[in-house]
């Protein structure tokens, strides 16, 4: 049995709220989903276990207007795509899936060829939405992330028929891309104009390394029970630790604990100090 910590007990913001255009995005989103024909019915069977308009709407709950929210369920059912097909894929079909996805991202108004692989017609949409909607300096932003995301996601590939085990610094570097969470962040600000002085400030760059980390230590701590299973464990940081100290999987477990502790101190105190002392 794999003990799994509590890792915000100490967390010291209110309970979660979820955005009031949640109802209605959801049908929206997913009538959007389910109208690619083409989409392999296992692709379908994913999207049915999960509610990702509720994680949309969980991690944007102050977004003012339902076609930003709609952007964000659009990129999160482009990152399943991607995510699902290139897990099963060998690194050069992979490869090939990314190429069209990157080729969609930056051309929003370019005709997808006949024949290509639905994705490349989803994120083709799903960029133009968010060139019409999001703000002028947030759209760029996403465009460099996401294709950053892209092209960590054919790396992974490779690593993936390697069995390729990094070391723990590496490792987090390796997940701030491929974990996705890059356009995410970028994201954030859909309903803002915000310089680049102010997006790339050292203080903002530092607590969006720190959420990346947190949100590395809590998914692989999750997930590591179904990687070991299926054998994709090797690019578990749960894994790593056990490589790299000689660790039991409780152990490292209790190392992921104790370090998500450490990243959630810093987060909260970089907040309090950098980012309000030196951000206008």
Same mark, same amino acid.
């Given at each position: 049995?794999?003990?799994?910590?509590?890792?915000?007990?100490?967390?010291?913001?209110?309970?979660?709220?979820?955005?009031?255009?949640?109802?209605?995005?959801?049908?929206? %989103?997913? !009538?959007?989903?389910?109208? !690619?024909? &083409?989409?392999?019915?296992?692709?379908?069977?994913?999207?049915?276990?999960?509610?990702?308009?509720? &994680?949309?709407?969980?991690?944007?709950?102050?977004?003012?207007?339902?076609?930003?929210?709609? *952007?964000?369920?659009? *990129?999160?059912?482009?990152?399943?795509?991607?995510?699902?097909?290139?897990?099963?894929?060998?690194?050069?079909?992979?490869?090939?899936?990314?190429?069209?996805?990157?080729?969609?991202?930056?051309?929003?108004?370019?005709?997808?060829?006949?024949?290509?692989?639905?994705?490349?017609?989803?994120?083709?949409?799903?960029?133009?939405? %968010?060139?019409?909607?999001?703000? &002028?300096?947030?759209?760029?932003?996403?465009?460099?992330?996401?294709?950053?995301?892209?092209? %960590?996601?054919?790396?992974?590939?490779?690593?993936?028929?390697?069995?390729?085990?990094?070391?723990?610094?590496?490792?987090?570097?390796?997940?701030?891309?491929?974990?996705?969470?890059?356009?995410?962040?970028?994201?954030?600000?859909?309903?803002?104009?915000?310089?680049?002085?102010?997006?790339?400030?050292?203080?903002?760059?530092?607590?969006?390394?720190?959420?990346?980390?947190?949100?590395?230590?809590?998914?692989?701590?999750?997930?590591?029970?179904?990687?070991?299973?299926?054998?994709?464990?090797?690019?578990?940081?749960?894994? *790593?630790?056990?490589?790299?100290?000689?660790?039991?999987?409780?152990?490292?477990?209790?190392?992921?604990?104790?370090?998500?502790?450490?990243?959630?101190?810093?987060?909260?105190?970089?907040?309090?100090?950098? *980012?309000?002392?030196?951000?206008?």
């Amino acid at each position: 049995m794999i003990y799994l910590p509590d890792t915000m007990t100490n967390w010291p913001w209110p309970p979660r709220a979820v955005n009031p255009h949640y109802e209605a995005v959801k049908i929206e %989103a997913s !009538f959007w989903f389910r109208g !690619f024909e &083409t989409l392999d019915p296992e692709l379908l069977k994913v999207f049915d276990k999960y509610d990702l308009a509720y &994680t949309v709407a969980l991690a944007h709950p102050t977004v003012s207007k339902i076609e930003h929210l709609r *952007v964000g369920c659009e *990129v999160l059912d482009v990152q399943l795509v991607v995510d699902e097909v290139t897990d099963r894929s060998t690194a050069a079909g992979a490869k090939v899936i990314v190429d069209i996805v990157i080729d969609a991202l930056h051309n929003p108004y370019k005709i997808r060829p006949e024949g290509e692989y639905i994705v490349g017609e989803m994120m083709r949409q799903c960029s133009a939405r %968010a060139m019409q909607t999001i703000s &002028t300096t947030c759209y760029p932003r996403f465009i460099d992330s996401f294709t950053t995301y892209l092209r %960590a996601v054919a790396v992974e590939a490779i690593d993936r028929e390697q069995r390729h085990c990094l070391g723990i610094d590496d490792h987090f570097k390796y997940r701030w891309e491929t974990g996705g969470m890059l356009p995410w962040f970028a994201l954030c600000g859909m309903e803002m104009n915000l310089p680049d002085e102010v997006y790339h400030h050292p203080a903002i760059v530092d607590m969006l390394e720190c959420a990346a980390d947190l949100i590395t230590v809590d998914n692989d701590m999750v997930s590591y029970n179904k990687e070991q299973a299926d054998g994709t464990d090797y690019n578990s940081l749960i894994t *790593v630790v056990v490589v790299e100290f000689g660790l039991d999987i409780g152990s490292a477990m209790g190392w992921a604990a104790a370090y998500h502790i450490k990243l959630e101190t810093r987060f909260i105190n970089g907040l309090a100090t950098s *980012v309000n002392s030196h951000i206008p």
